[in-house]
Structure formats: C-alpha cells, structure tokens
C-alpha cells in the first residue's frame, strides 16, 4: 500500500473515530485500531490527533468556501443559488456523515473549536453567505429592511436545524426527502424575505 492510502485509510479512521467518541474522548490509540495500523504508524503520518482533525476540518471548511465562492460568483436565479447552498449540506449528509456529523457536534457547537483560527473559519462562512444575500438584496429579490447578515443567520440557522435534526436522529435521507427539505428551507426563507 502507497503512503497517500495508509494517509487516506487513517484519515477516515479518525473521522469515524471522531464522530463516534468526540474529539475530547478519542486517543490516537483508538484511530490506529480503527485503521488497523500500528501507533507508531499513525504518529509517524500525522504526529498527533489535532493535526488529524484539523485536516479532516479544513476539507469541511474547503469544500463549503468552494460552494460558496461558486454561488456568490453565479448568474444562477437566486432561488437556484439558495438552493444550491442548502444541497451541498444535505449531499454532505448523504454522502458523508461522519463529516457532517463532526461539523454539528464538534465544531459549530464545541467551544473546543472556538478559537481565535477556528472563529475566523466561521467568519469566513458567514461572510461569504452575507455577500449573497446582499446580491439578493441588491437585485430587487430580497427586501432590504433586514440586514444582510441578519437574512444569513435566518438561513443559515434553517439549514443547520434541519441538519442537525439529521444527525442527532441518524436519519434516513433519500432523494424524495432531500428535495423537500431542499425546496421547504428555501420556500419559508424567501417567502419570508422576498421583497412585496
């Protein structure tokens, strides 16, 4: 086996590892039985646990800049984009649990993740989805008597109830689902802030 998938093996050894324990709980002891590797070996690749959950984070953090970056920069309906934006999560559930997991539990409410890098992670997130609501607000979509980053919490606390819902309950999510969560978050939000 080549370095790059020992690295890949143990990566997702620690990402279940984390999701079941919790960051607080989990030894490098319990990733390298996961993986089935030695100690020694998961050491030698990553030195330490925080340095295995800051990659699996990154990728988190990554992934969502991508999406955001490309909704912000899209000529997409604005419906289409909020839309977009809230899939990426659900898919993440979908395709990625124990990520998406790890996201609710240790990082957006563990205040072992508050750090001054860890909060300008957030900031980054909250700022780019900011920026599209003030497009929307600046398109004649979205009324303007709510501040743009006040319509960013309401959103953005839309989609992390409904994901939060699904992983505390480890639910189910098929197409027909996803596409009504998809199309409920989005309906209630620009009802709600669709200019009149």
């Given at each position: 086996?080549?370095?790059?998938?020992?690295?890949?093996?143990?990566?997702?050894?620690?990402?279940?590892?984390?999701?079941k324990?919790?960051?607080?709980?989990?030894?490098?002891?319990?990733?390298?039985?996961?993986?089935?590797?030695?100690?020694?070996?998961?050491?030698?690749?990553?030195?330490?646990?925080?340095?295995?959950?800051?990659?699996?984070?990154?990728?988190?953090w990554?992934?969502?800049?991508?999406?955001?970056?490309?909704?912000?920069?899209?000529?997409?309906?604005?419906?289409?984009?909020?839309?977009?934006?809230?899939?990426?999560?659900?898919?993440?559930?979908?395709?990625?649990?124990?990520?998406?997991?790890?996201?609710?539990?240790?990082?957006?409410?563990?205040?072992?993740?508050?750090?001054?890098?860890?909060?300008?992670?957030?900031?980054?997130?909250?700022?780019?989805?900011?920026?599209?609501?003030?497009?929307?607000?600046?398109?004649?979509?979205?009324?303007?008597?709510?501040?743009?980053?006040?319509?960013?919490?309401?959103?953005?606390?839309?989609?992390?109830?409904?994901?939060?819902?699904?992983?505390?309950?480890?639910?189910?999510?098929?197409?027909?689902?996803?596409?009504?969560?998809?199309?409920?978050?989005?309906?209630?939000?620009?009802d709600?802030?669709?200019?009149?």
């Amino acid at each position: 086996m080549v370095k790059n998938d020992k690295e890949e093996m143990i990566i997702n050894a620690a990402l279940a590892v984390f999701c079941k324990k919790g960051y607080a709980n989990t030894r490098m002891a319990d990733i390298a039985r996961e993986a089935g590797v030695s100690y020694g070996l998961v050491y030698h690749y990553f030195g330490s646990k925080k340095v295995l959950f800051d990659i699996i984070v990154n990728t988190w953090w990554s992934d969502l800049y991508h999406v955001l970056e490309e909704q912000k920069n899209s000529k997409a309906a604005f419906p289409e984009r909020l839309a977009y934006i809230t899939q990426f999560f659900l898919d993440a559930y979908a395709n990625k649990p124990n990520l998406t997991s790890i996201f609710i539990s240790e990082i957006s409410r563990s205040s072992v993740y508050h750090t001054s890098t860890g909060l300008e992670k957030f900031r980054r997130f909250f700022t780019l989805c900011e920026a599209i609501m003030d497009e929307g607000q600046k398109t004649g979509f979205l009324r303007d008597d709510i501040r743009p980053h006040y319509l960013t919490y309401i959103f953005l606390g839309a989609v992390e109830g409904f994901i939060s819902i699904l992983v505390l309950g480890r639910e189910q999510l098929n197409d027909k689902r996803k596409k009504r969560m998809i199309d409920g978050i989005t309906q209630v939000f620009l009802d709600g802030a669709r200019v009149r």
